[in-house]
């Protein structure tokens, strides 16, 4: 066992496409010492044809759980925020309202945060 990071990150624009995109880092060991490498942002990437940031990532048994903040909308004050849930066993493939798996979890944010069609 190691450790995962997911990491937003903002350019440059061949790795991240629209806006902000989450990559990842993970740790060999469980030694936080050893430090976290990188892993190919071509290929280990969440969107790079929609904004994401502000990625929270958390491991249940073999799958990979990120919570990430969506913006939609012709841009401010128009922006709609939105907190969704995708899921993936590798980094690369991914579940969620913008994946394969249509329905999953999405927290909107009105004057208090709700879970609509939470499948997860």
């Not at 496409?17 to 942002?41: E, R």
């Amino acid at each position: 066992g190691g450790y995962t990071m997911a990491i937003e990150l903002g350019k440059p624009s061949k790795i991240v496409g629209a806006g902000f995109t989450s990559v990842f880092a993970q740790t060999t060991s469980g030694d936080l010492l050893q430090g976290f490498q990188l892993l190919d942002p071509f290929q280990h990437v969440y969107t790079t044809s929609e904004y994401s940031a502000c990625p929270t990532i958390r491991q249940f048994g073999d799958w990979f759980y990120v919570f990430t903040l969506f913006i939609t909308g012709g841009g401010p004050p128009r922006w709609n925020l939105h907190e969704v849930v995708v899921r993936s066993k590798d980094l690369r493939a991914w579940e969620g309202p913008h994946g394969a798996v249509p329905g999953w979890c999405s927290l909107l944010y009105q004057p208090r945060p709700y879970i609509a069609h939470c499948l997860c």
